[in-house]
């Protein structure tokens, strides 16, 4: 009886009824029940293990204040003629940073995916899937991750499977940072399958970036860092930094435009906006990138008496704010913790009015404000007791006035802790429905709420009541979470039979959810929806099994992008340089000496049996490998690595660390040579700097044992052992470092036609 309306009807009611006259019916807004809910299947998989460490602050008592202030003046003299405010300024500070160790309001989502161009895919124009999310104990790093696909299916059942995305072995670009915290990762949209921008706020920084995709690996760019990065095929390639001035306010929120992915927005703490477009090209020589700032303004709410009546005073509360486009492509909707504006582009503007809202005479504040990912005319807003779907107004319709109501096309009462300020949401599209997540740092999982629009009257629906997608063990605030629908695969010559076939039949949706949590944790889990499936009950009736194989499908190349007649063009491709036409002499074809080919079952063989070595096979193993490749045709050799040759998810075991050095460089300083041939196969270093940096060579001839030698050099300088560790413990970090080092070398040569370089002492194994 205290709420007016309908609007807040607790689940279970219709909500507000309107009638259908041409239907002659009558419609409601809510449809009671839980319908199409998600259902997890399985547990949670850790794709990347965490990096950081969950923040956690005391404040201290009286005493431990008293006891660091003496131990400050006795460092600081000069201190103390202002001993009298240093006690108060410690309780402020210890009070701050145990606010911001469990909850940052400048934090946005760190977790982004989107689509590297592939500029070396033969001259076609390709993209790649990737992931962006920080990494590191500091969280100042850059990750990019490329996505890659697993079969996931039933039993014995082989005709048909899931198509899954993962990032659990896929290739890893790196971006050092700037020595700064990443607060948000933000990703253009983009409706066909090119090459997206996206963007890295820190607290007095944008960075932006254009993934590509190449070949072979390059070396990351950016700032100079003390800490060295693998080379990647997958790189950040940054474009543009926008660095704040001192006296300038930290950035707050940045968001890019979902119709035109090269104009971004940026918002700062006291509520200036700023819009930029990106300009520029990339070509084979280097790139001009720039930004070009277009539009600027800010978020200032007129003081009335009214609103000091309702609770909205002007100020920049704890410096949290939104900024998204809404409507259309000149329309933004800028906001802080109380005040909503709507701003287009020929300087119109109106605000929210606070009532309308649910904020007046109330302590509620805004958490969230997104766009519908279906409908750009609707805005998604979080308050602390209701979710609300707004209709975004016409400015033109407005003129003058400078406050309206807003136009409320559905709501719900979440009953969440209207103390938790850590709560956010994450709209996703699932067919005609839109499903919005709310997440917090108190919730143990994510709770969803449904609605669509009706398919006879322009009104939204709320088609289920809230309902639990997941349930944690442990509290843990989720910075980020992607969720998309999976495929079915099928093997057409196979017999449709089996669990995969028959969800098929029955219509039953799969998805893959990404997340990643407080301590950069990514985790994947699957979940299932179906609308012939209410609910809880339904589930125990229905059952569906969880997946019980996965295998890998073939990397395949990058997705072909094709031409279209926009308007404005993205310019993604690179622009090549004219180039003057060559005359080349034409070679004949290389004649093969024997037709027949050798028989290499038995190089493949032991090669599957080097995962099931013991700790004494290595050195057999070795000279296993050295017979193979002298018996290997030197037109087939193809330039494999040695790792190469004996699979790459090989697990090298290693008991006697100086008996299989001496076997390693007796093996790279071999060359192997036919009788009846000409060319012989030799052991090659390859050319990258990154890996030569890391081994130790002795003579000219990589040394397995002072490699060895050199990083446990290292990470015992870098963390010394406790001596309450057990010896069975440290015997296991060795063994774990030389199995890690021994890959390093086996992957570090390569096997090619040519004499040896490593050494002259070349020793005829034929």
């Keep these: 009886m205290t709420d007016p309306g309908v609007d807040d009807l607790h689940y279970g009611h219709f909500g507000q009824a309107i ?3 041409d239907n002659k019916a009558w419609v409601f807004k809510r449809i009671p029940g839980l319908r199409r809910v998600f259902h997890p299947l399985g547990r949670l998989n850790t794709e990347i293990p965490p990096s950081a460490f969950k923040p956690s602050f005391l404040v201290s008592d009286a005493t431990e204040l008293n006891s660091k202030q003496k131990h400050l003046l006795s460092l600081n003299p000069e201190l103390r003629t202002a001993a009298s405010l240093l006690g108060r300024a410690a309780q402020v500070s210890d009070a701050v940073n145990a606010v911001t160790s469990n909850f940052d309001p400048l934090m946005g989502d760190l977790l982004a995916c989107g689509r590297a161009a592939d500029v070396d895919n033969k001259g076609l124009k390709g993209t790649v899937r990737f992931a962006a999310l920080p990494a590191g104990p500091a969280r100042d790093t850059l990750r990019l991750v490329r996505m890659r696909f697993e079969r996931h299916g039933w039993s014995t059942d082989k005709g048909s499977w899931l198509k899954v995305p993962t990032i659990q072995h896929g290739d890893v670009g790196w971006w050092p940072g700037n020595g700064a915290p990443i607060q948000q990762i933000s990703c253009a949209s983009q409706s066909d399958d090119r090459g997206t921008f996206f963007a890295v706020r820190t607290a007095r920084s944008v960075n932006l970036f254009q993934p590509l995709y190449h070949r072979i690996p390059v070396s990351p760019k950016g700032f100079n860092s003390p800490r060295s990065f693998p080379p990647s095929r997958l790189e950040a390639s940054p474009l543009a930094t926008l660095n704040l001035s001192a006296e300038k306010p930290g950035f707050a929120d940045i968001a890019f435009n979902p119709w035109y992915q ?13 819009i930029y477009d990106i300009e520029g090209r990339r070509t084979k020589r280097g790139s001009d990138y720039r930004t070009i700032l277009t539009k600027f303004g800010q978020l200032d709410f007129l003081s009335k008496a009214s609103n000091a009546q309702e609770g909205t005073l002007s100020g920049y509360y704890d410096g949290w704010g939104r900024i998204a486009w809404a409507n259309n492509v000149s329309t933004i909707i800028v906001c802080n913790r109380r005040v909503l504006q709507f701003v287009d582009f020929q300087d119109q503007s109106v605000f929210l009015s606070p009532s309308s809202l649910r904020l007046s005479r109330t302590a509620s504040w805004i958490l969230d404000v997104q766009s519908d990912p279906q409908d750009s005319r609707h805005i998604l807003v979080l308050t602390s007791t209701n979710l609300l779907v707004l209709k975004a107004p016409n400015l033109e319709k407005h003129g003058d006035e400078e406050t309206i109501d807003a136009d409320i096309l559905l709501s719900w009462r979440h009953f969440m802790n209207e103390e938790e300020l850590t709560t956010q949401m994450s709209p996703v599209v699932d067919g005609e429905d839109t ?10 999982g994510l709770l969803s709420f449904r609605y669509r629009r009706h398919s006879d009257i322009d009104m939204l629906i709320s088609v289920s009541d809230p309902a639990w997608l997941f349930r944690f063990t442990n509290a843990s605030m989720m910075r980020g979470i992607h969720m998309e629908p999976l495929e079915f695969g099928e093997d057409l010559h196979a017999v449709r039979s089996g669990s995969g076939n028959d ?7 799969f998805f893959s959810f990404l997340t990643l949590s407080q301590t950069l944790e990514a985790s994947r889990f699957l979940a299932f929806a179906s609308d012939e499936i209410p609910g809880a009950l339904g589930r125990q009736q229905t059952s569906v099994e969880c997946p019980s194989w996965i295998s890998n499908l073939a990397t395949q190349s990058s997705t072909r992008v094709l031409e279209d007649s926009f308007v404005v063009p993205d310019l993604e491709e690179l622009e090549e340089e004219p180039k003057r036409p060559q005359l080349r002499r034409k070679t004949a074809p290389r004649r093969h000496a024997r037709p027949i080919r050798r028989d290499y079952s038995h190089m493949y063989e032991v090669i ?3 995962d099931g070595l013991s700790k004494e096979d290595a050195v057999e193993v070795i000279a296993e490998l050295r017979k193979d490749i002298a018996s290997m045709d030197p037109d087939d050799c193809c330039q494999n690595t040695l790792l ?3 699979n790459l998810n090989f697990r090298f075991d290693v008991a006697d660390i100086d008996e299989t050095s001496a076997a390693f460089t007796e093996l790279v300083t071999t060359t192997f040579k036919q009788d009846d041939e ?3 196969i030799a052991i090659r270093p390859i050319d990258l700097p990154s890996l030569r940096e890391d081994v130790a060579f002795q003579d000219g001839i990589p040394s397995v044992i002072l490699t060895y030698d050199k990083v446990l050099r290292w990470a015992m300088s870098h963390a010394a052992i406790d001596g309450s560790i057990a010896a069975a413990s440290r015997t296991h970090n060795r063994e774990e470092l030389t199995r890690v080092w021994a890959q390093i070398q086996s992957g570090w040569a390569q096997v090619q036609p040519g004499g040896a370089v490593f050494s002259t002492g070349n020793v005829d194994a034929g």
């Design 608 to 610: 599957r049996e080097l």
């Design 435 to 444: 499903v919005v997540f709310l997440r917090s740092r108190s919730m143990q």
């Design 503 to 509: 969800y098929l039949d029955r219509g039953i949706q």
């Design 19 to 21: 009638y259908d006259i």
């Design 678 to 680: 000409d060319t012989a």
């Design 262 to 274: 090269r104009q971004f927005a940026t918002l700062d703490q006291e509520g200036n906006w700023s």
């Design 644 to 646: 190469h040759l004996a």
